[in-house]
């Protein structure tokens, strides 16, 4: 038999004081103390609340489902000999662990676990994924697989059994018709094709072209392109005949020198190179010129 609370304490259910939460019609009680405020204000129907006690009674932990983290993380040290990534991490390891930022809430244990065991499993599938795509390769190319290696995903490609052949040495390029084609050049266009020309507003160097007027711009381009195309193919032809090489005639120059021989002086303002001059001073031009021949002979 349990025994009747005492009515010098305080009825059930009520706050315990200090408690922070929010209490309704709190703030206009006054007089008595937290604990008898707070019961009278849980049991009076006249006073709205949500309809859930805060304070309700405590039910029993389900306990939890078998944990295969630990063995996932076994597994990994024993496949890959680490043993720094382990299922009983130590608070207090500096080192990185994937996946560490996407869990929080629990302790450093606990979240280093769930994230190695995640990082783990992530491994295990792309390695699967890896294998899967080798054994495709395998049997298109027509060898002989593992029955071990085929799985549920390469079951479906039974019909590539048989080798593929190619249909081309060289893979064609491809043309998405939706995004923008760039035209060719004129340049490289051909003499009767139509396009060959530039369209009104061309600010690039058209060769022939300075040459034409009197039509429209395109009809001009069309004409200058065509005649820098027949140039070129010209130009090509001629480089393909034999090179003769004619040697122009040999002009006699002029031997007759500039000094006179008979010691003659030169001319006033004459602007040619005299040899010895510009160590002569104090005497007119014409006679410190009288001997230039002499000089250029010595």
């Known amino acids: 038999m349990s025994k009747e609370k005492s009515t010098l304490m305080t009825p059930d259910p009520y706050h315990i004081p200090g408690y922070c939460g929010y209490c309704p019609q709190?703030?206009?009680?006054?007089?008595?103390?937290?604990?008898?405020?707070?019961?009278?204000?849980?049991t009076d129907n006249s006073v709205a609340y949500s309809g859930k006690p805060v304070l309700s009674d405590i039910e029993p932990q389900v306990p939890p489902k078998a944990d295969t983290r630990r063995d996932t993380i076994k597994n990994r040290a024993i496949s890959l000999g680490d043993q720094k990534l382990t299922d009983q991490m130590v608070p207090g390891y500096t080192g990185y662990i994937p996946?560490?930022?996407?869990?929080?809430?629990?302790?450093?244990?606990?979240?280093?676990r769930s994230a190695i065991a995640d990082f783990h499993q992530n491994q295990l599938k792309h390695r699967q994924k890896a294998i899967n795509l080798r054994?495709?390769?395998?049997?298109?190319?027509?060898?002989?697989?593992?029955p071990e290696l085929i799985t549920s995903d390469t079951r479906t490609l039974s019909k590539f059994q048989v080798p593929l052949k190619a249909i081309a040495d060289k893979p064609k390029m491809y043309y998405s018709k939706k995004a923008p084609q760039h035209s060719l050049s004129?340049?490289?266009?051909?003499?009767d094709n139509p396009k060959k020309h530039h369209k009104s507003g061309y600010s690039g160097f058209v060769p022939r072209y300075r040459g034409l007027m009197g039509e429209g711009y395109p009809v001009l381009t069309n004409k200058a392109l065509i005649a820098f195309s027949s140039n070129m193919e010209n130009m090509k032809k001629i480089k393909d005949l034999p090179v003769t090489i004619e040697r122009p005639e040999v002009r006699l120059v002029d031997t007759r020198p500039i000094y006179p021989k008979n010691n003659t002086g030169l001319v006033p303002h004459f602007t040619g190179h005299v040899p010895g001059e510009k160590f002569r001073y104090g005497m007119t031009f014409g006679y410190s010129t009288r001997y230039a021949q002499q000089a250029l002979t010595a």
């Open 135 to 146: 054994t495709i390769t395998e049997i298109q190319r027509g060898k002989q697989v593992l």
């Open 26 to 42: 709190f703030k206009y009680q006054i007089g008595e103390t937290f604990g008898r405020t707070t019961s009278c204000l849980l």
């Open 99 to 112: 996946k560490a930022e996407h869990y929080y809430g629990n302790s450093y244990a606990e979240t280093s």
């Open 186 to 191: 004129p340049l490289a266009l051909s003499n």
